[in-house]
Nanobody
């Protein structure tokens, strides 16, 4: 059973940057595709970014392309989300998720394991 713990959230002004981290334990991390999702108050959880097992393929929702970068360190069982040029509409609870998969996955219901989330708040 993979366990995921997110960190790195906080309060930042618009235009600023944050780097989210997700530490995995309890499984073979390199066997899992990883994703970041977010949920703002009163809204559905939405896909943000995903990365394949090897890190060779990534995918992003259109609203973050060019601003966010997902990466992973399989030697240390970590996945990251570098967020630049943050906007108030990026404010949400950000979740890390894992799925045993060969490919990249953008559908939240297909992920097997979830962290508790880390709050990101962007002030205008």
């Amino acid at each position: 059973q993979v366990q995921l713990v997110e960190s790195g959230g906080g309060l930042v002004q618009a235009g600023g940057s944050l780097r989210l981290s997700c530490a995995a334990s309890g499984g073979t991390f390199s066997s899992y595709a990883m994703g970041w999702f977010r949920q703002a108050p009163g809204k559905e959880r939405e896909f943000v970014a995903a990365i394949t097992r090897s890190g060779g393929i990534t995918d992003y929702t259109d609203s973050v392309k060019g601003r966010f970068t997902i990466s992973r360190d399989n030697a240390n069982d970590m996945v990251y989300l570098q967020m630049n040029s943050l906007k108030p509409e990026d404010t949400a609870l950000y979740y890390c998720a894992a799925k045993w998969s060969l490919g990249v996955e953008t559908i939240s219901d297909r992920y097997d394991h979830w962290g508790q989330g880390t709050q990101v708040t962007v002030s205008s």
